[in-house]
C-alpha cells in the first residue's frame, strides 16, 4: 500500500512558476513509476508527465514539454513537478499517481495503482 500527499500548489500569475510535492509512505517508493496528471473543470483527467523508477526515463505531455520538469529523490520518497512559464489553461488539480508496472503506456491512467488526493493550481491571467 501506498498513500501520497500533494502539496506545494497555489495561485500565481501567468508567467510565474510553481514546484508541487508529493510525499510518498512505504519503503518500495523507488520501485514505482511516478506520474503527474491534471484536471480542469469539466474535463477529463489528463496526462502531465512521468518519471522511471531510477528517474532515468522521463516523459511529458506536449502541451507541458519544455516547461514543467518532473524529477524524484527515492531518500526521500517524494517526487516533484517543476512548473514554469505557467498559463492560465495550466489551472488545475494536480494529481501525483504511482504505477507497480514498469515504463509502459505511462500515459494511461488506468495503469496507476494509487493517487494522491490532489492540489489546486490556478494560474491567473
Known amino acids: 500500500q501506498v498513500q501520497l500527499v500533494e502539496s506545494g500548489g497555489g495561485l500565481v500569475q501567468a508567467g510565474g512558476s510553481l514546484r508541487l510535492s508529493c510525499a510518498a509512505s512505504?519503503?518500495?517508493?523507488?520501485?514505482?513509476?511516478m506520474g503527474w496528471f491534471r484536471q480542469a473543470p469539466g474535463k477529463e483527467r489528463e496526462f502531465v508527465a512521468a518519471?522511471?523508477?531510477?528517474?532515468?526515463?522521463?516523459y511529458y505531455a506536449d502541451s507541458v514539454k519544455g516547461r514543467f520538469t518532473i524529477s524524484r529523490d527515492n531518500a526521500k520518497n517524494t517526487v516533484y513537478l517543476q512548473m514554469s512559464s505557467l498559463k492560465p489553461e495550466d489551472t488545475a488539480v494536480y494529481y501525483c499517481?504511482?504505477?507497480?508496472?514498469?515504463?509502459?503506456?505511462?500515459?494511461?491512467?488506468?495503469?496507476?495503482?494509487?493517487w494522491g488526493q490532489g492540489t489546486q493550481v490556478t494560474v491567473s491571467s
Open positions: 499517481a504511482a504505477a507497480l508496472a514498469g515504463w509502459g503506456y505511462i500515459e494511461d491512467k488506468g495503469r496507476y495503482d494509487y
Open positions: 518519471i522511471s523508477w531510477s528517474g532515468g526515463n522521463t
Open positions: 512505504g519503503r518500495t517508493f523507488s520501485t514505482y513509476t
